[in-house]
C-alpha cells in the first residue's frame, strides 16, 4: 500500500461544476498537507496548504482535513477550463521537510 | 514565472553516463529542494538543503548526489545512469524553515529538467 493514495483519474466535468479531488494517507504523524497544481510540461504550484484538521477557504477553493479518517479534501467550485490541470497532494510530518505526494488526479474542465 | 531557474530544459544521454543538473533559487531563498517525477513513481523528494547544508533526505539513490553552494545554487549528479532514471527533475526553493512560521515557507517550483537515458 502506498503512503499516500489518490485516484489518478482522468475525471472530466463540464464547466461550472464543483469538483472534489481527495486524497487518503495511512501515515498518522502527517501534520502538514498541501494541494498543487500541475499544467502540462510545468512544475507544480501550491494551492492550498492548511495544517492538521479542519477547513481552509481560499476563493473557490476549499481544502479540508479529517485527520481522524486519513482523509484529504479539496473542492473546486464553479470550475473553469483553466483549471483542467493535474492535483498532486502532498504531507509531511515536519512542514518543510520530506514531502510525500500522491500521484496527481488529472481534470479536464470542459466549456 | 516562479523565479526558480533550472539547466538544462532537456538532456539526453547513454546509460551509464554521469549528468549535473543545475537549479537557481529565487531571490532570497535559503532552502532548496529536488524532486523526480516519472510516470509510473509520480513526484518524489530526493532532498532538501538548507543555506549549504543538507537538512532531509527523501527516496534519493545512492548514485544520485547533490549539494548547494555559497551563492545558493544547487547542483544534482547523477551517475550510472540507467534507463528506468529517465524523468522529469524538478528543483523548488523557499524561503526556509529556520526561524519561520510554516504558512509562509511555500515552496516554488521551477520548470524542470527532462532527462532521458538512452
Known amino acids: 500500500q502506498k503512503e499516500v493514495e489518490q485516484d489518478p483519474g482522468p475525471l472530466s466535468v463540464p464547466e461550472g461544476a464543483i469538483v472534489s479531488l481527495n486524497c487518503t494517507y495511512s501515515n498518522s504523524a502527517f501534520q502538514y498537507f498541501m494541494w498543487y497544481r500541475q499544467y502540462s510540461r510545468k512544475g507544480p504550484e501550491l494551492l492550498m496548504y492548511t495544517y492538521s484538521s479542519g477547513n481552509k477557504e481560499d476563493g473557490r477553493f476549499t481544502a479540508q482535513v479529517d485527520k481522524s479518517s486519513k482523509y484529504i479534501s479539496l473542492f473546486i467550485r464553479d470550475s473553469q477550463p483553466s483549471d483542467s490541470a493535474t492535483y498532486l497532494c502532498a504531507m509531511s510530518a515536519r512542514y518543510g521537510q520530506n514531502f510525500v505526494f500522491g500521484p496527481g488526479t488529472r481534470l479536464s474542465v470542459l466549456p | 514565472d516562479s523565479g526558480v531557474t533550472q539547466t538544462p530544459k532537456h538532456l539526453i544521454t547513454a546509460t551509464g553516463q554521469r549528468v549535473t543538473l543545475r537549479c537557481s533559487p529565487r531571490s532570497g531563498d535559503l532552502s532548496v529542494y529536488w524532486y523526480q517525477q516519472s510516470l509510473d513513481q509520480g513526484l518524489q523528494f530526493l532532498i532538501q538543503y538548507y543555506n549549504g547544508e543538507e537538512r532531509a533526505k527523501g527516496n534519493i539513490l545512492e548514485r544520485f548526489s547533490a549539494q548547494q553552494f555559497p551563492d545558493l545554487h544547487s547542483e544534482l549528479n547523477l551517475s550510472s545512469l540507467e534507463l528506468g532514471d529517465s524523468a522529469l527533475y524538478f528543483c523548488?526553493?523557499?524561503?526556509?524553515?529556520?526561524?519561520?512560521?510554516?504558512?509562509?515557507?511555500?515552496?516554488?517550483f521551477g520548470p524542470g529538467t527532462r532527462l532521458t537515458v538512452l
Open positions: 523548488a526553493s523557499s524561503v526556509g524553515t529556520s526561524g519561520r512560521a510554516p504558512s509562509t515557507d511555500t515552496q516554488y
